[in-house]
């Protein structure tokens, strides 16, 4: 889990810095390990980009900003990558087959990451969050890492600049995305989200976003555009998958979208939890292997209530009991979103110096 604010000001009057400060403030419990930000300069559109492993060291970069028309900003909780600058949130996404650059700020796991940053080498990309880490338990034992979320943002800026025609990312998004040129003066401001939050508010000032302030839940399965020179919003429909389960195959897979559609439109935001070899291998611990057994309980009653609706609706079953069925799967699906979650945060905090 971690957390994503963004503030865009139409005027001097909305204050960027003091409402990322506030809204870190509030929203603090999703993540002290790790920070950053970047700000477009009021007076010339320039591009600032800083990130920090201290609350102390993003603080006095945030109080040093001149005035500002955008401020991104992420704090984290540490999963996929330790606590260092390198692997901290903005993620640039810079690479000559796109005509722009992007920071990139994330809440979410992407589950086939290290399946995409093979695909990405190979047409290449070299990922900018790549580190060395080490085992707590083997402190002569090294191994490489890198942060999942930047296999989501080369995905994101390859769709964008319609190099491809859909992202193959898989897991839990929310997210915003500043596009930039090559002369380093931002264009566009871009956020989507799919069962992840991001609530916004606006005036006649300015707008906000974040994951958990004040405002209305932003549309999912949209990308929304917003061009920083004339303030135009524009929108597109998109999706990103998550986690789908084959029983046939007793393992993890993607179903395509036609195939969800096909069963449903709540499976486009329910799908069966899995034993997954990564987390196995922490089951020793005990912490881990309590949560884990929880998710393998809520993942036999998810699909046990997915054949049931399957069922359901290939009869002239009533309306009410369909509508039932998906709110009781919708709600599974976000109990098994924040247990796994969990899982992933117990198994850094094992693995990492944080």
């Known amino acids: 889990m971690c957390g994503i604010i963004a503030s865009i000001a139409k005027a001097s009057s909305f204050n960027n810095k003091r409402r990322i400060v506030q809204q870190f403030d509030n929203q603090r419990g999703r993540g002290t390990d790790g920070f950053g930000f970047v700000a477009v300069r009021s007076t010339d559109k320039r591009v600032r980009f800083v990130r920090a492993k201290l609350e102390s060291q993003i603080i006095?970069?945030?109080?040093?900003l001149e005035e500002t028309d955008l401020i991104i900003f992420h704090h984290r909780i540490p999963t996929s990558s330790p606590n260092t600058a390198k692997a901290n949130h903005p993620i640039l996404i810079e690479n000559k087959k796109l005509e722009n650059k992007y920071y990139l700020v994330h809440n979410g796991h992407i589950?086939?990451?290290?399946?995409?940053?093979?695909?990405?080498?190979?047409?290449?990309?070299?990922?900018?969050?790549?580190?060395?880490?080490?085992?707590?338990?083997?402190?002569n034992q090294h191994y490489s890492c890198f942060t999942d979320s930047e296999s989501l943002g080369v995905e994101l800026a390859l769709y964008i600049e319609g190099k491809k025609e859909k992202v193959e990312a898989i897991g839990g998004v929310a997210c915003f995305l500043l596009q930039v040129n090559r002369d380093n003066i931002a264009i566009k401001f871009f956020s989507f989200r799919n069962s992840n939050p991001i609530k916004m508010y606006s005036n006649q000032n300015g707008v906000f976003l974040s994951s958990s302030g004040k405002g209305e839940e932003v549309k999912s399965d949209t990308l929304f555009e917003l061009d920083l020179s004339t303030f135009k919003i524009t929108k597109r429909k998109l999706k990103i998958a998550e986690w789908a389960y084959s029983r046939d195959t007793e393992s993890w897979r993607r179903k395509s979208w036609e195939e969800k559609e096909d069963e449903g439109?709540?499976?486009?935001?329910?799908?069966g939890e899995a034993k997954s070899d990564y987390i196995d291998s922490y089951l020793h611990v005990p912490e881990v292997k309590e949560k884990y057994d929880k998710l393998l309980e809520l993942d036999t009653e998810k699909m046990e209530l997915n054949d049931e609706l399957k069922a359901l609706k290939k009869t002239e079953g009533n309306d009410g009991d369909k509508q039932l069925?998906?709110?009781?799967?919708?709600?599974?699906?976000?109990?098994?979103?924040?247990?796994r979650a969990e899982i992933y945060t117990l198994i850094a905090n094992y693995n990492y110096d944080l």
């Open 60 to 64: 006095k970069a945030l109080s040093e």
């Open 111 to 139: 589950t086939n990451s290290d399946e995409l940053k093979k695909d990405h080498e190979k047409i290449g990309f070299s990922y900018q969050t790549n580190v060395l880490s080490h085992y707590k338990t083997l402190p």
């Open 265 to 271: 439109e709540v499976l486009k935001l329910v799908s």
């Open 325 to 339: 069925l998906e709110s009781e799967l919708i709600f599974i699906s976000k109990e098994v979103s924040e247990l």
